[in-house]
Structure formats: C-alpha cells, structure tokens
C-alpha cells in the first residue's frame, strides 16, 4: 500500500472513531433528556408523581429531573445506568407498564430496584444537588437537624430515609396481625414460642394481673383447654419493677405487671447496669392467657408493625428504617410524631415496639 493510501486510511479510520464517539456522545445525551425520559406511554404515572413533587416545583425555584435523579454524572455508574435502563425500552415493546394498574403491580419492584442502585452508590445522584458539607443545620427544624447530623455520624445515605419523596411508596398490603392464630397442638409444642399480637390481660399463676404488650412472648406453654399457660421472660431495673422489659437497659416494654404478680418473680439473675447506672433483674413469671389472643407467626405480627410504619410514617417524610435509631431513642422519636398520624394508643405501642425490636442497637437479639 501506497504511503497515500495509508495516510487516507488512517484519517477514514480517525473519521469513523470519531464519529462513532461523537454519536455515542449524542445518543447519551439525548436519552438524558426530560423530554426522551417522559415518551414513552409507561413514563406516564412517574411523569405525574414527579409533577407534584417539591423535586418539579418549589419555593427556590430549582428542578430536578429524571436524568438528575437517576443517571450518575459521570464514570462507570454513569454507563452502567444507561445499560440498565435498556430494560425500559423493553417493557415500553412488551407492555408491561401501559396502564396505571400494571404499573401499580410492579411498583414495589421497580422501586427496590433504584433504592439498592442508590445505596450501592452512596446516593451520588442525590449528593450532586444536595451534600452534607453544604448544610447549614441551624436552619434546619429540629427534627431534621437531628437526622442529618446522626446520618453524617453514622455514614448513612440519603435514600435510607428519602424514599418516596418523588415517586408514590409502593402500597404495603396490610396483615392482620391477629391472622396468625395459635396452632393446633398436633402442629405446636411448648418447645415453640407463641407471641400477643394486641395489647391484652393476663393472669400470674399464682395470682395477679399482667398487661401484655404486644410481641411478648410466651415460651415453655402447655394448652389447657381455652387457656395457654407459660413462661414470660424479661428485666425489670430496680426500683420500677412494674415495667418488664424485653433486654437489659432496652426500655422495650413486654408488659405491665402488679404488685401482687410482682411478688411471685423468679429471679434468674442481678445484674448492674452502667448506661442506666442502676440494678437490674432478669426474671420470668409464670402466666395464664386465652387461647385466641396469642399468635404463632411472628412474621404476620412483623408485617403488621411494618404496615404501620410505611403508611402512617410517609405522610410527611419518606418511611424511617428501623435501625435508624436506638431502642431508647426510638420512644422519644415515635412520641414527637404520633399526634401528626391517625393511629390509635394500640397502634402506636405497636409500632413503637416493632420499631425498637429491630432497633440498630438491637443486631442480632
């Protein structure tokens, strides 16, 4: 080949590379667009989600679209963004989200999807608008100041308690929490722990009344016609003994216990305890309680507690993880809020144990 001819080659080669790399410049960029992003027929139930967001419109006159939300500016997460939303245009053929029903089917799906993308990237799509460094936490409300400042402390992401502020939270289909009634003998032993799924009246063995809460949890039972008789487990910190606790130091209520019941405690062990710096007693009574008021499936009572905290939680703000706080910080949390909510007295001590059960102190028990 002719020294002409390579140097033409060489340049058509030059051309094509770049005119390759310009038009995959283009076609990123164009795919990033408001107006590509909301064309198709399935962007049609996010399109109106969005428009009635703070994200579309707001005091300070600042709007985010989709691109801004979801496509990371730059590097391998960029790219990876792009490929991944292939898919949409693969549902866009099939149909798969071409009316609001099946959208609402598969919302709960798409959802997780982008949380787990958001938190595998540390919300680096949030953090182009919004950044830890550049809050001025004096101006925020209390509430918000507090959550900021524990978020920075303990490296937590935006999407941990953001969600939802954009896009409708996917529906929690609510289960009863009494559903998961006690099992037949045939199916249960007293090797198998029964829980309460409502706040009810127990009675010791030995005399006395006990106020259960609900998740206490009745070990070592025998079923004696309507009634269960057991063993129910906890700590009581000296001088306050008529509140059982689940945990030592964890002001997790298990249940309200008379003076009379009181009397009749087995006391496994005492121990001292440094954060309450005070005496605590590990013990069990042994208690009566109908039949029908006792659950064998705590998963139905977790979902419950679940429900209440996705539907009466996201009024104002995106639903907070459990492990968001302490045991002992989630009482002050639940109190500050509930009388912005409907729930009733039983709903709220139910959430507010279920929130302390999986408290971020509490890994593992």
Partial sequence: MSKMKK????????????GALWGTQFLMYKTSSQEFCVSCHSMNQPKEEWES???????KGIRAECADCHVPPEGWHYVKAKFIALKDLWYEMQGKLDSKEKFEAHRAEL???????????????????????????????????????????????????????VHFLPEVQEEQATSGSVAQPS???????????EIIKAQGEKGGEIRLMPFAEITQW???????????????????ESVLYLDLGKRITVALVDEETRNHAQ?????????????????????????????????????????????????????????????????GVVNSMKDRTSMTKDEVRTLTIYLQRHAKDMSGK
Avoid at 53 to 59: D, G, I, P, R, Y
Avoid at 299 to 311: D, I, M, R, V
């Fill in 7 to 18: 140097i033409v080659a060489t340049l058509c080669l030059a051309g094509i590379g770049a």
């Fill in 222 to 240: 025998q079923a004696q016609g309507e009634q269960i008789h057991g063993t129910l487990h906890g700590w009581q910190q000296s001088g306050a």
């Fill in 111 to 165: 959802a997780k999807a982008v949380w787990d993308e958001m938190k595998a990237t540390d919300s680096e799509t949030c953090r182009s608008c919004h950044s830890f460094d550049a809050m001025e936490f004096s101006q925020q409300s209390k509430l918000a100041k507090q959550m900021h400042t524990d978020a920075k402390a303990n490296n937590q992401t935006c999407i941990d308690c953001h969600k939802g502020i």
């Fill in 267 to 331: 006391v496994l062990q005492i121990k001292q305890d440094d954060v309450t710096d005070s005496e605590w007693k590990e013990v069990n009574f042994a208690v009566q309680v109908t039949k029908e008021k006792m659950s064998s499936d705590l998963t139905a009572l977790e979902q419950y507690g679940n429900q209440l905290n996705q539907t009466h939680c996201s009024g104002c703000h995106a639903a907070i993880g459990a492990d968001h706080y302490t045991a002992n910080q989630w009482i």
């Fill in 187 to 197: 199916q249960l032993d007293g090797n198998s722990a029964l829980y309460v799924a």
């Fill in 53 to 59: 967001s703070s994200h579309f419109s707001n005091a």
